[in-house]
């Protein structure tokens, strides 16, 4: 399975980013999101399971959400009131399958 990101950027403190990450077929496992900023280990963001039980570290809950299209293969996160902290590269995960990251820089 090839996963593909998409949506990330430079945003100002405050704003808002969307997203995205397309898979070459349908998935029915969890879906994921991940970060990883600089210096840091790779950390999960948010999960969401085909039945859209959802699960996000404590450092975004509230202002991310993750939702599915599950006949697609894709997954999005959208994220409100960002911070320079959520500078990161953002990847998507499914099962074993990750996708190639997106930088999301936050300025301040």
């Known amino acids: 399975v090839q996963l593909q990101a998409f949506g990330g950027g430079l945003v100002q403190a405050g704003g808002s980013l969307r997203l995205s990450c397309a898979a070459s077929?349908?998935?029915?496992?969890?879906m994921g999101w991940y970060r990883q900023a600089p210096g840091k280990q790779r950390e999960l963001v948010a999960q969401?399971?085909?039945?859209?039980?959802?699960k996000y570290a404590d450092s975004v809950k509230g202002r991310a959400t993750i939702s599915r299209d599950s006949a697609k293969g894709t997954v999005y996160l959208r994220m409100n009131s960002l911070k320079p902290e959520d500078t990161a590269v953002y990847y998507c995960?499914?099962?074993?399958?990750w996708g190639q990251g997106t930088l999301v820089t936050v300025s301040s």
């Open positions: 969401i399971t085909v039945g859209g039980s959802t």
């Open positions: 995960n499914f099962g074993v399958f």
């Open positions: 077929r349908s998935w029915l496992g969890v």
